[in-house]
């Protein structure tokens, strides 16, 4: 039987004569709050319908763990008692073990909010954000548990994230799959991230970090896409754990596409700069050529400084690929 329904049984019809408030455990939410959030006033009829909105409205705010509704007939009407139990509050949130990150970065991977209910599935999707946050700076071991503790006399608790960094990992090797135009050798030189080499066996060992990672696919793309490579992607970054368990092997995946070469190169809209003098013998885009990113960057640069020294310090060129 649902607390309407068991309302309406012993009371329904009737005129609220009072409303009043019960606290199990703390207080932490006022009871001026509780009865503002009541669409059932004193001088009303009781409504089971608007006892069971007004339930479902106070769970909704997320501030209770429990709700109960009382009644009791009193001189021509009936007197209604919410028993409530308060959620916790936010009173504090800790961080304890870090010290790759400081805790001002951490607070931000936590959907918790100071003076604000304590809510465990918040807590668990930010203790997976901040694993995360590790994980891609090269942390594959990072762990991090939670804590909350007993409510203090006000309702406030206070949430502690225990982190365990683990080791960053060191990189062993880089393989890459799919590439026939460059050498394996030729693309790691693009890469900031490098494995020492017998060249360089003193050199420190490059530890894993996505921002660095993040760049240096680009890096590998860009090497493509500046020599005729204009779809060349990479597919797939996949990290091996070695042996050791200490190192980590970075293994790229690449889509090489197709060569492109270029058949003609067309420049439209030029009236202040003479074309055939002052742009087209300068142009590193040329017919018959292969297409690079760089080269057409280059081109831009050009035809935009030499508006600039005829006084057109705001002409834009705009690059059209016709396949």
């Known amino acids: 039987m649902t607390a309407s329904s068991l309302v309406q049984a012993q009371t329904g019809g009737k005129i609220v004569k009072q409303i009043d408030v019960e606290y199990v455990g703390d207080a932490a939410v006022s009871k001026d709050r509780v009865l503002a959030n009541l669409s059932t006033k004193v001088g009303d009829v009781l409504s089971p319908a608007k006892i069971d909105e007004d339930i479902k409205n106070l769970y909704a705010s997320g501030d209770f763990e429990n709700i109960r509704v009382l009644s009791k007939e009193v001189g021509g009407g ?19 073990g870090n010290s790759v990150f400081d805790s001002e970065k951490l607070t931000k991977e936590v959907d918790l909010r100071i003076n604000k209910p304590i809510d465990e599935a918040k807590i668990r999707e930010g203790r997976e954000g901040i694993v995360n946050l590790y994980r891609k700076r090269g942390f594959p071991d990072a762990s991090v548990n939670y804590q909350i503790s007993a409510p203090d006399r ?27 135009v460059f050498s394996s050798a030729e693309l790691r030189k693009q890469m900031e991230q490098r494995p020492k080499s017998l060249l360089n ?11 660095n990672l993040s760049g240096d696919v680009q890096a590998i793309e860009d090497h493509y896409q500046n020599n005729g490579y204009l779809g060349a992607h990479v597919q797939n970054v996949s990290r091996v754990r070695a042996e050791d368990g200490e190192h980590v092997d970075l293994v790229i ?22 074309l055939d003098t002052d742009l087209l013998p300068y142009l590193k885009t040329k017919s018959g050529g292969y297409y690079s990113g760089q080269n057409l960057k280059d081109d831009i640069a050009l035809i935009e400084e030499q508006y600039g020294l005829k006084g057109y310090a705001d002409a834009q060129v705009t690059p059209k690929l016709d396949p």
């Open 78 to 96: 009936v007197a209604l008692k919410l028993v409530v139990q308060t959620r916790a509050m936010v009173g504090e949130i800790r961080f304890v």
């Open 154 to 180: 006000q309702g406030y608790s206070t949430v502690t994230f225990n982190v365990d960094e683990g080791g960053q990992a060191k990189l062993r090797n880089v393989t890459f799959v799919g590439n026939t």
């Open 201 to 211: 066996p003193f050199a420190k060992e490059a530890r894993i970090d996505d921002s």
């Open 253 to 274: 995946t690449i889509n090489e596409g197709e060569l492109f070469t270029i058949g003609n190169v067309a420049v439209s809209g030029v009236k202040a700069v003479a």
